[in-house]
C-alpha cells in the first residue's frame, strides 16, 4: 500500500520554529516532486512548498520565503519542511503530497498520493 505520512505538527508560539517530515511506505520517494501544502480553516487548500526528485529545484509561495526550507533524504525516503519564524497565519493542516512525474509544481492536480496531515498551530 502506498502511503504518505506526515509528523512533526503541533502547537509553537509566534515566531518559533517546527520541522514537518513526511515520509513514504510502499514506494521509494527518490523518484517523485515532493509539495507541501497547508489549509487553514475556512479558506482552500494552497501549495506552500516543492522539490523535485532530485532536490535540484525547488519553489515557495510568497508568504512562506525566507521563512520556510524544503530539503529532502532520498536515503532515508524522506521530505522535510523546517518552518522558522511562525506566524499565526500559518496555521493550517499541512499535506504532502507525491508528484509521478518528478518535477518541483505548487499544482494540487499535478499530485498522485497525499498523506492524512499534521495540524500546526501558532498561537501564544
Known amino acids: 500500500q502506498l502511503q504518505l505520512v506526515e509528523s512533526g505538527g503541533g502547537l509553537v508560539q509566534p515566531g518559533g520554529s517546527l520541522r514537518l517530515s513526511c515520509a513514504a511506505s510502499?514506494?521509494?520517494?527518490?523518484?517523485?516532486?515532493i509539495g507541501w501544502f497547508r489549509q487553514a480553516p475556512g479558506k482552500e487548500r494552497e501549495g506552500v512548498s516543492c522539490?523535485?526528485?532530485?532536490?535540484?529545484?525547488?519553489n515557495y509561495a510568497d508568504s512562506v520565503k525566507g521563512r520556510f526550507t524544503i530539503s529532502r533524504d532520498n536515503a532515508k525516503n524522506t521530505v522535510y519542511l523546517q518552518m522558522n519564524s511562525l506566524k499565526p497565519e500559518d496555521t493550517a493542516v499541512y499535506y504532502c503530497?507525491?508528484?509521478?512525474?518528478?518535477?518541483?509544481?505548487?499544482?494540487?492536480?499535478?499530485?498522485?498520493?497525499w498523506g492524512q496531515g499534521t495540524q500546526v498551530v501558532v498561537s501564544s
Open positions: 503530497a507525491a508528484d509521478a512525474t518528478n518535477t518541483c509544481t505548487m499544482t494540487e492536480r499535478r499530485y498522485d498520493y
Open positions: 510502499g514506494f521509494t520517494l527518490v523518484y517523485y516532486g
Open positions: 522539490i523535485s526528485y532530485s532536490g535540484g529545484s525547488t
